[in-house]
């Protein structure tokens, strides 16, 4: 029993000292484990609090530069809807905003687990207002919901109705614009050809005066004296020959009793013959270049008409342009129903003459040939026939003067003034021009009229001559113009005037051809050049126009009353849309060429009313001539009631108002509102706030920097940094941060 409890107490004595041997290890682990979380948790929650402060320093520095920039030019906002630095110092407002930001509450239990402190910002400014970029992107901001929607409710919409009429209008006009020069030239042509063939006959006249004089009737046998033609001598030659022969048989103790009379009979036979040679070798030259010339005209003649057809042919395969196509693409609401179309264009073949009439006119100069051919180889054998040294019989020579005589008479009763056979061929050729003169009086009517017009165009441009005020601020205007320019490196716009033709067919025709393009881009700002459209209409909101009312007495014709009442509506600032729109420096310039525009618009839309109006006068050259004369009164009286009223209707057939301020918004989508507009626009906007938009920013950059001291192991945090795995910097116990933000107006 003893031994085993000594047995027990030996074991026992030998599991307390092995005990005794690790005690403490399981401490040690523990503290070993817990150093590394702690380490870890250390490492993690500065890493956090770097992270978390990071993102806080971003929201801060935003928040700060959002005051700064808070800061913008209250001006320049509420006149023209456009954002820019108004001045001061941006630093120091960002810089207060962010101490304000960092500054602690009134409480003293509380716990800030980022304790962020500010140690430099900085703001670096760019993109002025006065740079077509920056400049350009806030008219869009402004302009991008509501200048789409007004401009085609207001504008486009009124139009589209108008499309396919002025579409045929402008076909047409095109067409008889190219018809009615061709058309005179040719009828110039036949003109010419008939006029040489009856000069080619009446040169036949000179050589019949010296046969026969008049042509008609016999010749009676006459005693010698003078001899001044053919006639003469076939007449004398009896009384020749019997004193010849008293002479010759006398004896030869009486001398000759005639000698001196037949001598000067056979002399001035002698230059009568000579004179009649030569006459009727200078009617052949003369007639064969006449001739010639009646061909070529005839030839030309046959020329131009081709070219009549083939202008009728190039037209029926064309269109007037891609605008009006794109017309039936507008969906547009509540527009009116198209207006009628003139039909004048399939009646231009009437103008044509027909191969068959040409082909008779080239017979006809055929036998005037050969008519000729005939009568001159008569005339020509009289010479040899009537010589008195050859000794012909007197009836035989009476004949042969009688026969040469009859031919060329003939001759020139047939194709010489008043002659059967060419008067036959000149009605013939005026049957297709019946209405030729009532068409010539049209025109003549027509550029009456377009004169009148282009009077108070001039008047327009010579307002303000004495408006010394309105000059100097249109020379600082301008000044300010080109400094935008050289600022933006751009280069400067030619502007655009309306053509002032004195033909009232190229009249006509520059206004059809300002529809087509003013069509094409109202097609394209909808369908595609916003950018176009938001400039146009950002022009016609934010700046004033010119009082049309001011111009009522100058449409009447009345310049001297309104000239002086005029100078005070003469200064930029009120015609500040017409001057972005032309850019003239002077102060009647923008308006005359504000009205001349308006006036082509309204020529080429009654012009295409004139077509349906005038279409029952048959004749298209004569219908075309009275649509003119119609579009150019009732566009006379569009531009007074323009004036009175401020608007106008559209078209008779559409009738919807358009107002002058109207007609501006649609030249300023036409002419395209390109940077030359830009400039001009900021040099108002220079001239009437005194800033200079080129040294307002739109954009601003800053830098903030923040610190925050470590709570744990900065040194641990410092080798993470050259890691990259913490952003920013260490230096000692603070962790540094630069944010940096960014804003645009």
């Given at each position: 029993?003893?031994?085993?409890?000594?047995?027990?107490?030996?074991?026992?004595?030998?599991?307390?000292?092995?005990?005794?041997?690790?005690?403490?290890?399981?401490?040690?682990?523990?503290?070993?484990?817990?150093?590394?979380?702690?380490?870890?948790?250390?490492?993690?929650?500065?890493?956090?609090?770097?992270?978390?402060?990071?993102?806080?320093?971003?929201?801060?520095?935003?928040?700060?530069?959002?005051?700064?920039?808070?800061?913008?030019?209250?001006?320049?906002?509420?006149?023209?809807?456009?954002?820019?630095?108004?001045?001061?110092?941006?630093?120091?407002?960002?810089?207060?905003?962010?101490?304000?930001?960092?500054?602690?509450?009134?409480?003293?239990?509380?716990?800030?687990?980022?304790?962020?402190?500010?140690?430099s910002s900085t703001i670096e400014w760019s993109r002025p207002l006065g740079s077509y970029g920056a400049f350009r992107r806030q008219i869009n901001e402004d302009m991008k919901y509501k200048a789409p929607i007004d401009f085609a409710l207001e504008l486009a919409g009124k139009f589209k109705p108008l499309s396919g009429a002025?579409?045929?209008?402008?076909?047409?006009?095109?067409?008889?614009?190219?018809?009615?020069?061709?058309?005179?030239?040719?009828?110039?042509?036949?003109?010419?050809?008939?006029?040489?063939?009856?000069?080619?006959?009446?040169?036949?006249?000179?050589?019949?005066?010296?046969?026969?004089?008049?042509?008609?009737?016999?010749?009676?046998?006459?005693?010698?004296?003078?001899?001044?033609?053919?006639?003469?001598?076939?007449?004398?030659?009896?009384?020749?020959?019997?004193?010849?022969?008293?002479?010759?048989?006398?004896?030869?103790?009486?001398?000759?009793?005639?000698?001196?009379?037949?001598?000067?009979?056979?002399?001035?036979?002698?230059?009568?013959?000579?004179?009649?040679?030569?006459?009727?070798?200078?009617?052949?030259?003369?007639?064969?270049?006449?001739?010639?010339?009646?061909?070529?005209?005839?030839?030309?003649?046959?020329?131009?008409?081709?070219?009549?057809?083939?202008?009728?042919?190039?037209?029926?395969?064309?269109?007037?342009?891609?605008?009006?196509?794109?017309?039936?693409?507008?969906?547009?609401?509540?527009?009116?129903?198209?207006?009628?179309?003139?039909?004048?264009?399939?009646?231009?073949?009437?103008?044509?003459?027909?191969?068959?009439?040409?082909?008779?006119?080239?017979?006809?100069?055929?036998e005037q040939e050969a008519a000729y051919r005939a009568a001159h180889s008569r005339a020509s054998s009289l010479p040899e026939e009537i010589d008195p040294y050859w000794g012909r019989n007197s009836y035989a020579m009476k004949d042969a003067v009688t026969g040469a005589a009859g031919a060329l008479d003939a001759y020139l009763?047939?194709?010489?003034?008043?002659?059967?056979?060419?008067?036959?061929?000149?009605?013939?050729?005026?049957?297709?021009?019946?209405?030729?003169?009532?068409?010539?009086?049209?025109?003549?009517?027509?550029?009456?009229?377009?004169?009148?017009?282009?009077?108070?165009?001039?008047?327009?441009?010579?307002?303000?001559?004495?408006?010394?005020?309105?000059?100097?601020?249109?020379?600082?205007?301008?000044?300010?113009?080109?400094?935008?320019?050289?600022?933006?490196?751009?280069?400067?716009?030619?502007?655009?005037?309306?053509?002032?033709?004195?033909?009232?067919?190229?009249?006509?025709?520059?206004?059809?051809?300002?529809?087509?393009?003013?069509?094409?881009?109202?097609?394209?700002?909808?369908?595609?050049?916003?950018?176009?459209?938001?400039?146009?209409?950002?022009?016609?909101?934010?700046?004033?126009?010119?009082?049309?009312?001011?111009?009522?007495?100058?449409?009447?014709?009345?310049?001297?009353?309104?000239?002086?009442?005029?100078?005070?509506?003469?200064?930029?600032?009120?015609?500040?849309?017409?001057?972005?729109?032309?850019?003239?420096?002077?102060?009647?310039?923008?308006?005359?060429?504000?009205?001349?525009?308006?006036?082509?618009?309204?020529?080429?839309?009654?012009?295409?009313?004139?077509?349906?109006?005038?279409?029952?006068?048959?004749?298209?050259?004569?219908?075309?001539?009275?649509?003119?004369?119609?579009?150019?009164?009732?566009?006379?009286?569009?531009?007074?009631?323009?004036?009175?009223?401020?608007?106008?209707?559209?078209?008779?057939?559409?009738?919807?108002?358009?107002?002058?301020?109207?007609?501006?918004?649609?030249?300023?989508?036409?002419?395209?509102?390109?940077?030359?507009?830009?400039?001009?626009?900021?040099?108002?906007?220079?001239?009437?706030?005194?800033?200079?938009?080129?040294?307002?920013?739109?954009?601003?950059?800053?830098?903030?920097?923040?610190?925050?001291?470590?709570?744990?192991?900065?040194?641990?945090?410092?080798?993470?940094?050259?890691?990259?795995?913490?952003?920013?910097?260490?230096?000692?116990?603070?962790?540094?941060?630069?944010?940096?933000?960014?804003?645009?107006?």
């Amino acid at each position: 029993m003893k031994r085993q409890m000594a047995t027990r107490i030996r074991r026992a004595k030998r599991l307390t000292s092995r005990w005794r041997q690790t005690d403490g290890s399981v401490s040690v682990f523990l503290i070993m484990v817990l150093a590394f979380v702690f380490l870890f948790s250390a490492v993690l929650i500065d890493y956090a609090r770097m992270a978390a402060a990071s993102v806080q320093g971003e929201r801060l520095s935003r928040a700060g530069l959002h005051s700064a920039m808070s800061a913008y030019d209250v001006e320049l906002m509420e006149r023209y809807g456009l954002f820019a630095f108004g001045g001061g110092d941006g630093d120091e407002i960002m810089a207060r905003a962010l101490a304000e930001s960092f500054h602690k509450s009134g409480r003293g239990d509380g716990f800030n687990l980022i304790t962020l402190g500010l140690d430099s910002s900085t703001i670096e400014w760019s993109r002025p207002l006065g740079s077509y970029g920056a400049f350009r992107r806030q008219i869009n901001e402004d302009m991008k919901y509501k200048a789409p929607i007004d401009f085609a409710l207001e504008l486009a919409g009124k139009f589209k109705p108008l499309s396919g009429a002025m579409e045929e209008a402008s076909r047409t006009a095109d067409l008889f614009a190219k018809l009615q020069p061709l058309y005179d030239k040719r009828e110039a042509a036949l003109d010419r050809m008939l006029e040489r063939r009856r000069q080619a006959a009446e040169s036949a006249r000179r050589p019949l005066t010296l046969i026969k004089n008049p042509a008609a009737g016999g010749i009676a046998d006459s005693s010698i004296g003078a001899v001044t033609s053919a006639a003469d001598i076939a007449a004398q030659y009896n009384d020749y020959v019997w004193k010849t022969t008293l002479d010759m048989n006398r004896g030869p103790k009486k001398p000759p009793m005639y000698t001196d009379v037949t001598a000067s009979y056979l002399e001035q036979s002698a230059a009568v013959l000579s004179r009649l040679g030569g006459e009727l070798s200078a009617w052949q030259n003369d007639h064969a270049v006449l001739i010639r010339q009646a061909s070529d005209a005839l030839h030309e003649a046959r020329t131009i008409n081709e070219q009549i057809r083939e202008a009728i042919n190039q037209n029926k395969n064309g269109s007037a342009g891609s605008g009006y196509a794109s017309a039936d693409s507008w969906d547009i609401p509540n527009t009116q129903p198209g207006a009628a179309r003139p039909n004048l264009r399939e009646q231009a073949e009437q103008l044509l003459l027909d191969s068959a009439d040409l082909s008779r006119m080239e017979n006809s100069l055929a036998e005037q040939e050969a008519a000729y051919r005939a009568a001159h180889s008569r005339a020509s054998s009289l010479p040899e026939e009537i010589d008195p040294y050859w000794g012909r019989n007197s009836y035989a020579m009476k004949d042969a003067v009688t026969g040469a005589a009859g031919a060329l008479d003939a001759y020139l009763r047939d194709y010489g003034n008043g002659g059967g056979v060419i008067g036959r061929e000149a009605d013939e050729i005026g049957k297709h021009r019946g209405s030729d003169n009532q068409r010539k009086q049209l025109e003549q009517e027509a550029k009456t009229k377009l004169q009148e017009a282009l009077k108070i165009v001039d008047a327009l441009r010579h307002l303000g001559g004495g408006a010394k005020e309105a000059l100097e601020r249109y020379e600082l205007l301008n000044q300010y113009y080109e400094e935008s320019i050289d600022y933006n490196k751009g280069l400067a716009e030619s502007s655009a005037d309306a053509p002032a033709d004195s033909d009232p067919y190229a009249a006509e025709s520059a206004a059809m051809d300002q529809m087509d393009n003013l069509y094409e881009a109202i097609g394209s700002v909808l369908l595609a050049s916003r950018d176009r459209l938001f400039q146009s209409e950002y022009a016609a909101q934010y700046f004033p126009h010119f009082d049309v009312s001011q111009l009522s007495g100058i449409a009447e014709g009345s310049v001297e009353e309104v000239g002086e009442r005029l100078k005070e509506h003469l200064d930029p600032h009120s015609q500040e849309l017409e001057y972005i729109l032309y850019g003239f420096n002077h102060p009647g310039l923008n308006v005359g060429a504000a009205y001349s525009e308006i006036f082509a618009a309204r020529l080429a839309i009654r012009t295409m009313e004139g077509f349906v109006k005038r279409a029952e006068l048959g004749n298209p050259l004569l219908v075309a001539a009275a649509a003119l004369v119609y579009g150019l009164t009732e566009a006379v009286k569009d531009m007074i009631m323009l004036c009175r009223e401020g608007g106008v209707p559209l078209s008779e057939f559409v009738p919807v108002k358009l107002t002058y301020r109207d007609y501006l918004r649609l030249f300023l989508v036409l002419h395209g509102s390109g940077e030359a507009e830009l400039s001009r626009m900021l040099a108002l906007i220079r001239l009437n706030t005194g800033v200079n938009p080129a040294e307002r920013s739109t954009y601003a950059s800053a830098e903030v920097r923040l610190g925050m001291r470590l709570w744990f192991l900065p040194g641990i945090m410092k080798l993470l940094q050259h890691t990259g795995a913490v952003p920013g910097e260490v230096e000692g116990h603070t962790y540094f941060r630069s944010v940096r933000a960014d804003f645009a107006y």
